[in-house]
């Protein structure tokens, strides 16, 4: 094979894979595999959703442009007018939308970029833990060290923070306000505090409100921008459509990709208008025009996001998942549906290898590969999902 060795699920999943419906994944042996995974809240809405596979077939079958920069097309007006009156005016958010290269590290540097050139400040807040992706800007705001093992370069302007509940006893809120207000505690005042409210592939750690609130406050007093990046736990997987919604704040920066694309690649970058003090074409990408993932997001906009009842759904379903994961002996962590299980790293090793034996798809996270992340699709049934819980069960009782 001329691949690489940089590739890894093929290393964490060893079959080769033909086709995809719902919440299944086939191999050429024909064998269907249930998807707790799903490209790490990529497929959202399900494999070949019937809805958007429809969008998208009728739109190459009309000779629909694919590919146009950010020239004006049908399909992205689309896409804007959708996000505008289902997501954005409900919710009373101005935003300004840029569309990014698509993948969500580009919406990253693109946010962090923004909030630089804006506060004309270099210094930027990160959390312990954090994961905002690969390339330069969006690594140097990234905790892991095992993806700054190789030399990268680093402006030297970040600083990281403990996360709530990363350090036994202490607060976490009160140690960050200490430190941006006393004078003699060496640190700047940055442009922006990025955060995931939802920690996913750092162990899936949640954030309280009382903190989300808190970093609210504190940004508005000291004149700091609000990045949350919503790539894996927007588009409705904590419940609501943003995962910051259940708090009740509003930032100033919010990063979108993974399923705003209905599974097809897409980045986006919302901003308060009044931070929209970009010049023409300062930050661009040749894929940012890509039609089909614009026609993709816009029928999962229309298709979900309309009335109430999706959201309502998933609420539903995410209890399903507490209560099923509520008499383990674990330690278990999650809202809406994403959850984590907190193992040792050989268990958790032996509980996704035994999942994987039985035809069930998850992934493991954590700084040592430790916790194992549930990440259904919010379309999938209570069937499915009550089946892949049994042998997630089951694997824990194996392993133990
Ligand atoms: C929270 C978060 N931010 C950013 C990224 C980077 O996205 P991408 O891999 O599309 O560049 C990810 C990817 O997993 C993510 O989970």
Known sequence: MIESKIASYNKSFPATFVSAKESHLVDVDGNRFLDFFTGAGTVNYGHNNSLIKRALITYLEEDGIM?????????????????????????????????????????????????????????????????????????????????????????????????????????????????????????????????????????????????????????????????????????????DFFSFERAGIVPDIVTLSKAVGGGMPLALLLFREALDQWKTGEHSGTFRGNNLSFVAASAALRGYWQEELFSNQIKEKGQLIASALSAIEETVRGCGMIFGVELTPERALAVREYCFRHQLILELVGARDHVVKLLPPLTISHEDLDHGLRIFVDALEQSR
């Open 67 to 239: 590919h146009s920069m950010d020239m004006d097309t049908w399909a992205k007006l689309d896409l804007l007018t959708a996000l505008d009156e289902i997501i954005l005016k409900p919710r009373q958010l101005d935003y300004k939308v840029q569309l990014c290269a698509p993948s969500g590290a580009n919406a990253v540097e693109a946010g962090l970029k923004l909030a630089r050139k804006v506060k004309q400040r270099n210094h930027i807040i990160a959390f312990t833990r954090s994961f905002h992706g690969m390339t330069q800007g969006a690594l140097e705001v990234t905790a892991n060290k095992y993806y700054k093992s190789t030399f990268t370069a680093s402006s030297g302007q970040v600083s990281f923070f403990p996360y709530e509940n990363y350090l036994d006893g202490c607060d976490a809120l009160q140690l960050l306000r200490q430190m941006l207000c006393d004078e003699v505690s060496g640190i700047e005042l940055p442009a922006a505090i990025i955060l995931e409210t939802v920690q996913a592939d750092g162990g899936v750690h949640v954030a309280s409100t009382r903190f989300l609130q808190g970093l609210r406050l504190l940004c508005d007093e000291l004149d700091i921008l609000m990045i949350v990046d919503d790539i894996q736990v927007g588009n409705g997987r904590t419940g």
